[in-house]
């Protein structure tokens, strides 16, 4: 399998040498400056190719190729956002780069609502708490109908903990919160989601499911006859969010977008921290049931707290998903697969990190320090090679 690392591009402050050094062979990055729906050039993508074998590394995964609102609500530019993504994998493509991972969230990528969560130890961690995010959307966002999908209970608990803060860790929850994508400058204002929001009114969860199924019918034929495999992100946390529709969250919903086509292109990126943070998903299970469409792995651990609706990223080795489980699997279906003839090493990375030691204080993306990543690659690497040598 291949070691990766995600990289944000020449703003990210940690740098293609910190990935090498960590002990990487592969990069996870994409063009993160163009927006949605439009066109990667053939020329673009190799200068930051260029720029990634310079420092001795690869780019072997494109993290992520974004799908549009468009595209997601199937509104007016569908067709034009369409054939702009299969002009951008039919560019990668004629570049070498063969697998492309991409999510379906709607309005938001991944949440929390703590993103300098102190552990015992001193660590920073990223946390998600549901009766902050109630707070926030009953009486911050204040989202219209939000009250029906809290209990009474959580809307109590939500405006004492809303009384609690002061008015610094409010803007803190509001920034957290509307974070936008990762990699990008956007951050979004609170009409914008509210407004996002309501667009997917008239759409829901079979509205969004029929959406992906017609993205993949348009996409994976091109995916397939250029050789490129995409793979769909979880939803994280995986439930739904602020009214939104999440459906990529079980082995039901994975199953279910495996179907919409026939082509093996179309596959997915296991995460289990994504998947994991879903107290009822068997993610040794799940893996044994998609196995041979894995084509990217996400690998991380989360903790939930007890009797709270609450969880932390907790260090690779030490939270509730057994990583140590899920690599016997994949190592297994990696050897499946070349005595078939596929030749592709399935690329994994250490998902998000806690900031330790020298992370403390240096700027990165949220999820994306250099030690903390370094030290939960290094454990993979170690469970690995274990588990390459015992069976």
């Not at 939000?146 to 109590?156: I, K, L, N, V």
């Not at 009214?243 to 990529?248: D, S, V």
């Not at 240096?362 to 370094?374: S, T």
Request: aromatic fraction near 8%; charged fraction near 25%; include cysteine.
């Amino acid at each position: 399998m291949e070691q990766t690392w995600r990289w944000f591009g020449p703003r990210d402050n940690v740098t293609l040498s910190d990935a090498r050094q960590a002990g990487a062979t592969g990069i996870v990055t994409a063009l993160h400056d163009l927006p949605p729906g439009q066109v990667w050039p053939v020329s673009a993508i190799q200068d930051r190719q260029r720029e990634v074998q310079a420092a001795g590394l690869r780019w072997s995964v494109v993290e992520s190729v974004n799908v549009s609102e468009d595209i997601k609500k199937r509104t007016t530019r569908w067709q034009q956002h369409i054939d702009a993504y299969c002009d951008t994998l039919r560019n990668l493509a004629t570049c070498g780069i063969q697998t492309v991972c991409y999510n379906f969230m709607p309005v938001l990528d991944w949440l929390r609502t703590d993103l300098e969560w102190q552990l015992a130890d001193g660590a920073i961690s990223l946390r998600f708490d549901a009766i902050s995010l109630a707070a926030f959307d009953l009486f911050i966002l204040k989202r219209p109908n939000a009250a029906a999908d809290w209990t009474e209970a959580q809307q109590s608990a939500a405006h004492q903990r809303l009384q609690e803060m002061s008015e610094s860790e409010r803007d803190r929850l509001i920034a957290t919160v509307l974070a936008g994508l990762p990699g990008t400058t956007e951050i979004y204002t609170l009409d914008y989601v509210r407004n996002a929001i309501a667009s997917y009114a008239d759409i829901g969860a079979d509205g969004l499911r029929a959406n992906l199924g017609d993205f993949l019918r348009a996409v994976c034929p091109v995916a397939q006859e250029v050789g490129v495999r995409l793979c769909i992100h979880p939803d994280d946390p995986p439930r739904s969010l602020l009214g939104l529709p999440r459906i990529a969250n079980t082995i039901e919903d994975l199953e279910f977008l495996l179907k919409q086509t026939p082509e093996p292109s179309n596959g997915i990126t296991f995460c289990s921290g994504s998947l994991g943070a879903r107290k009822e998903n068997n993610l040794v299970d799940m893996i044994q049931r998609v196995a041979s469409r894995i084509y990217f792995v996400h690998l991380r651990s989360t903790r939930y707290e007890a009797g709270r609706d609450a969880f932390y990223e907790a260090p690779h080795l030490a939270g509730d998903v057994d990583i140590v489980a899920l690599m016997q699997q994949l190592v297994k279906e990696q050897r499946r697969r070349i005595q078939q003839g596929d030749t592709i090493e399935i690329p994994f990375r250490s998902d998000h990190g806690n900031k330790i030691l020298t992370d403390i204080g240096r700027p990165a993306v949220p999820g994306y320090p250099a030690v903390g990543r370094l030290k939960g690659l290094a454990e993979l690497r170690g469970v690995m090679t274990a588990v390459e040598a015992l069976t």
